[in-house]
């Protein structure tokens, strides 16, 4: 893994012990001399993901952590959460005791924790994952999320909804990233 704090490829392990499934290493970088943790999983084989397009590809740990990272961005959440919804997906994951999942399963478990986590970081995993291609059906997600928001009492950490900006910033990501056919939206 590389440096969390300047991207150096290179670090020495300064400590390692074993805990439930995994080994967690101490590290320090061998540039900046930062100090970070790694976990090494010992990962069960054969858990697989079906795409869309129903090609099969073994589940990967770090495609997760990635898009639910990239999600997550300069949102102020508390260090490890993302690292956390990854675990937490990923046991769910190998406690069902299936051995094929399709990747909208996955897709919907993320969305499900974002939505009670950081709104942003969960519109913006949705403009990627349901490969959103207008800012109306963005606007539909939003709009859903606040009147389920009224719904409810406030929670008192939720952090605010989308300006216009941001939405149309959103938008155009989406258009750019899109791809011919876009699946429906499902709001619950
Ligand atoms: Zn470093």
Redesign the pocket.
Known sequence: MN?P????HDSRVIDSREINDGIRRRRQ?L????RFTTYERLQPAGLFVIKKDQRREEFNRDKLLTGIRKACEKRPLPSGTVDKIAEDIEAELYQSGKLEIPTSVIGDMVMERLKNLDHIAYIRFASVYREFTDITTLKELVDALASAEARRTPPTNQLPLLSTEELEELAGRGRQKSRPKSEPLHLS
């Open positions: 440096c704090y300047c991207g150096y970088c540039k900046c001399e930062s």
